[in-house]
């Protein structure tokens, strides 16, 4: 850890290093077509906060772990996101024309060629998450898979599906997420960690949970608050399609709030790790006073 | 291995197994939504031929495995070919409305669902995997993850999908079966062989090669002369598609030419394993005299 380098340095750097490294791991699949493989790039390169790969690098951080190990999993749970997106845009789900300033995978490649290539970087992920000799493969690969599956990613997308329309309780709503953008981030973060010396992980647990939630009631505040420039995403979205978000069982005050309290909790949280958890830290704060 | 065994019996043995593997292994989702869930058990129970799971077992079987470790790998790829099926029958793909004799995926459940359970089981395939103590976990995960991914199925069906109506040499057309069909073929070879002692990987390779084209050839000869009800899954579809196949390229009886040869060159690969090959090569004698 670079204890006097700035946040925003520290970041832009980061950024700049899993931008590599995705290009990398998507140039390089052995006789792929080249249209399946635009299609993967288009998604994946060029754009996002690559908030999950950050959190890899700043556990891997926490645990003094070798940041060329940390590479691996950063990229493959970012590729999982990315998948996530070229799906949940097609217009079986959300029906959505515009991610991160730019046509959807599937406004660009056709709905075929995106389903696919929202496939294949699943495979990707999990074949790029080997490209670093892990400490231990097998936990690894189960921490992401678990967490990409029917109990994480797709099991809270599928809730998601199911209550359109519909009344959720604080209790659903919260569960809900935990699973559809929870589970990544917390997987992101064990991931890094276990790429280095062992941790406390009940209070990285709690730190993942707490930032996890906030990450998403910041992005219901931001659905109804920000323009579409500003996200690079359509704006209210939420309502127009009659989701529960946390903007309409709390109110936009009370969400606000909210995500101070979550902010708290995951402050309180990194207390056992000290400074070696600084990186952390500040990327909760960034996420919770994001404007996109 | 039971030597005396007829290999009816020893199918039918394996089948029951995998069935029972591939049911505790979608039982055991833990929380996630029951939708989600009972859509990936649909996808995956009850129906199919379980051709990767046998064809794992059979070369855990030349290479001395314990058929307990082989169980992972065996679920795991016939989880990757049941996600390949729900996502290939969607409307964006082959708009397909029967599959083992049932109505597909999204006619039983909706797109979005299907979509979503599709992803969901290639997430659990990567779970299952590492559900028991593999020899090798890193080098097994890659040999799946790279056999679903850009260069192999997932490739092999954007290869597909841009050849529609399109001509193809018979080389090109080769390439495409040997990434959409035969890379889990292979996969599931490759995995089975690595739970036990080391083999001779290339005559195994010979062997897979040879096998997953005759399953393709015999799969398009199927396609023109086979009822939707022998077959059940839409008969008749490649030539409705206006799809390069083998009958299209050679005719019918050269195609059936053509799976003969393939399966003496699967029969000469296995030459080197002696006696411990037999379940192999019965399969593919299985593969190529098939009525559906």
Not at 124 to 153: I, K, N
Request: hydrophobic share 45%; net charge negative; aromatic share 4%.
């Amino acid at each position: 850890m670079e204890p006097d380098l700035a946040f925003a340095v520290w970041t832009s750097e980061r950024q700049q290093r899993i931008e590599h490294v995705l290009d990398r791991s998507l140039a390089r699949i052995d006789g792929g077509p080249p249209a399946l493989i635009e299609a993967m790039r288009y998604a994946v390169l060029g754009g996002g906060k690559r908030v999950r790969p950050l959190l890899a690098y700043a556990a891997g951080e926490l645990a003094d772990a070798d940041p060329a190990i940390v590479d691996a999993p950063a990229a493959a749970v970012e590729m999982i996101h990315a998948y996530s997106l070229v799906h949940d845009d097609l217009p079986c789900m959300d029906d959505d024309v515009l991610r991160r300033g730019k046509p959807t995978c599937h406004i660009a490649f056709g709905e075929a060629m995106a389903l696919l290539a929202g496939d294949a970087l699943q495979a990707q992920a999990f074949a790029v998450l080997h490209s670093a000799r892990l400490p231990d493969p097998r936990s690894t690969c189960l921490m992401l898979a678990e967490a990409a599956g029917a109990s994480g990613m797709a099991g809270g997308q599928a809730i998601d599906l199911l209550h359109v329309g519909k009344a959720m309780s604080m209790a659903d709503l919260e569960d809900m997420h935990l699973r559809k953008t929870g589970a990544l981030i917390r997987a992101a973060i064990r991931m890094g960690a276990a790429c280095g010396s062992p941790v406390d992980e009940d209070a990285l647990d709690r730190y993942a949970r707490a930032t996890g939630l906030a990450f998403q009631v910041v992005d219901d505040v931001l659905d109804v608050e920000g323009s579409s420039a500003t996200l690079g995403k359509t704006a209210g979205k939420d309502a127009a399609q009659n989701k529960p978000t946390y903007v309409t069982l709390l109110g936009l005050a009370e969400a606000k709030r909210h995500a101070e309290s979550l902010r708290e909790e995951a402050r309180d949280a990194l207390g056992v790790f000290g400074p070696r958890a600084r990186r952390l830290l500040e990327i909760t704060d960034w996420i919770v006073q994001r404007a996109n």
